[in-house]
Every structure is written in structure tokens, then in C-alpha cells.
């Protein structure tokens, strides 16, 4: 069983600066992880994705985003990162890291809690 620790969320303000890690973790052997992905909620509205990034790094992002915010990842430690730069308060949201994770002989898609993250004016 694959659980996703994410840290890194709270409060900033406008302009500021903050870095989401989602780390994966098993029970048994995780044989890869594909896409490794970013989405945000908040209250009324719907979860939208905001970055992704492949197994070979190759990353996406939403629109909205414009360019203030860059996804990565590390194989190595089943890790992805969000480095959130010149935040707005329109970016207060819930974050969730998202995957599909091969482990125990299934692909199968994985959420993490979620972090908040805060953004003042």
C-alpha cells in the first residue's frame, strides 16, 4: 500500500515564496511512478491540476499558473516538488500531490491528504 506525505504548505504573503514536497511511500517495493502531479481546491470550486511532471522530467502547467510556479521531482527519493514563487491570493488553496504508482503488481492512482496553503494580501 502507497501512502503520499506532503509538507511544506502555510501561511505567506503576497509576493512570497514557499515549497511543496510530496514524498511517496510503501509498504512494499514501489517498482515506478509515472506522472507525478499537483492539484489545488478551493472552497466552491473544483480540483484543478496545476503542474505535472513525467518519469523523465518532461512538465506541463495549468495557464493560470503563469509561470511563478515550477514543478520537479527526485527518482531517487519517490519525491516531487512544488516551488511556488510570487505567490498571489488567488493561490490559496488546499494542495494535493497526485500519481500513478506501480507497487505490489498494480498501477494504481494515488492522492495525498492535501496542505494548505495561505496567502495574504
Given at each position: 500500500q502507497v501512502q503520499l506525505v506532503e509538507s511544506g504548505g502555510g501561511m505567506v504573503q503576497a509576493g512570497g515564496s514557499l515549497?511543496?514536497?510530496?514524498?511517496?511511500s510503501a509498504s512494499g517495493s514501489i517498482?515506478?511512478?509515472?506522472?507525478m502531479r499537483w492539484y489545488r481546491q478551493s472552497p466552491g470550486n473544483e480540483r484543478d491540476m496545476v503542474a505535472s511532471i513525467s518519469s523523465?522530467?518532461?512538465?506541463?502547467y495549468a495557464d493560470s499558473i503563469e509561470g511563478?510556479?515550477?514543478?520537479?521531482r527526485d527518482n531517487a527519493k519517490n519525491t516531487v516538488y512544488l516551488q511556488m514563487n510570487n505567490l498571489k491570493p488567488e493561490?490559496?488553496?488546499v494542495y494535493?500531490?497526485?500519481s500513478d504508482i506501480y507497487s505490489r503488481?498494480?498501477?494504481?492512482?494515488?492522492w495525498g491528504q492535501g496542505t494548505r496553503v495561505t496567502v495574504s494580501s
Open positions: 515549497r511543496l514536497s510530496c514524498a511517496a517498482f515506478s511512478i509515472n506522472d523523465v522530467h518532461n512538465t506541463k511563478r510556479f515550477t514543478i520537479s493561490d490559496t488553496a494535493y500531490c497526485n503488481g498494480w498501477l494504481k492512482n494515488y
